[in-house]
């Protein structure tokens, strides 16, 4: 069975390399504890009430999962989160691999519960089908607020996949599992195959996810609805840009 390489948060160039050789890479010890408990602590006060199969996108359905909760205009619950969407690493990783000029596509709340099935393989990246290219257009952020494992529903991942035909189908004895401890992220690009994981525990597992685009491609939330422009109003300049906000004006960026 494939590994994921795991590496430290520190090692940049080792996380690029390995990501560019199989798609994906876990970065070790990427949140400092009091941030990775601050965070859970912040989501799990709004997760509370919430059904399983919530999904703010729409009616629960197979994809986002009957057993687990999902939501996105996380600056509305959090006051950590605009440190994450605006970290330093995520944001050079994303302009080495994207271009100088990059955008928050979505950030998401993912918390699998007791139970879930495992999803279905996709890619990213293909959430933009009209966007046919042979670099990426996606790089992702799944930063882990619980412990990953197999049994709770750990990222399912094909390393080298990346690579593929994309009709191809994973073996099973292709598939690695994106196991590591909270505040721990899995680091990946557009293209890669990977679904989440199946719970059979009866403990949660919470991620969350951040995805960074080309400045020309549309994202896939829309902050000033998710989140609302007085929340907006409230951002540094350089944030409010990265969520495609600007007070007056128009926004245009090339």
Not at 15 to 33: E, H, K, N, S, T
Not at 127 to 132: D, G, L, N, T, V
Not at 230 to 241: G, H, Q, S, V
Request: glycine fraction near 10%.
């Amino acid at each position: 069975m494939p590994e994921l390489a795991r590496l430290p948060a520190t090692d940049h160039a080792g996380l690029q390399a390995a990501i560019d050789r199989d798609g994906g890479v876990i970065a070790l010890d990427f949140l400092p504890p009091k941030k990775t408990a601050a965070l859970r602590r912040d989501f799990e006060r709004a997760m509370e009430g919430m059904e399983w199969g919530y999904n703010d996108e729409g009616k629960p359905e197979a994809f986002s999962g009957f057993t687990t909760k999902r939501f996105h205009g996380l600056l509305k619950y959090s006051p950590e989160v605009e440190s994450i969407l605006t970290h330093p690493q995520l944001l050079t990783m994303a302009r080495e691999r994207l271009g100088e000029r990059v955008i928050i596509s979505t950030g998401e709340l993912m918390t699998i519960g007791n139970g879930e099935v495992k999803q279905k393989f996709h890619r990213d990246g293909e959430s933009w089908q009209r966007a046919k290219r042979d670099d990426d257009i996606l790089f992702s952020a799944n930063i882990a607020l619980t412990d990953f494992y197999q049994a709770n529903g750990a990222t399912v991942v094909v390393p080298g996949s990346h690579r593929w035909d994309v009709s191809r189908e994973p073996l099973s004895s292709e598939l690695a599992y994106a196991e590591m401890p909270a505040g721990s992220a899995l680091l990946y690009g557009g293209r890669i195959v990977h679904s989440g994981g199946a719970n059979n525990t009866s403990e949660p597992r919470i991620g969350l996810y951040v995805g960074y685009i080309p400045c020309w491609l549309r994202p896939i939330e829309n902050f000033a609805v998710s989140v609302g422009t007085d929340r907006l109003e409230k951002l540094a300049p350089d944030t409010a840009d990265l969520l495609c906000y600007r007070r007056s004006g128009f926004h245009v960026v090339l």
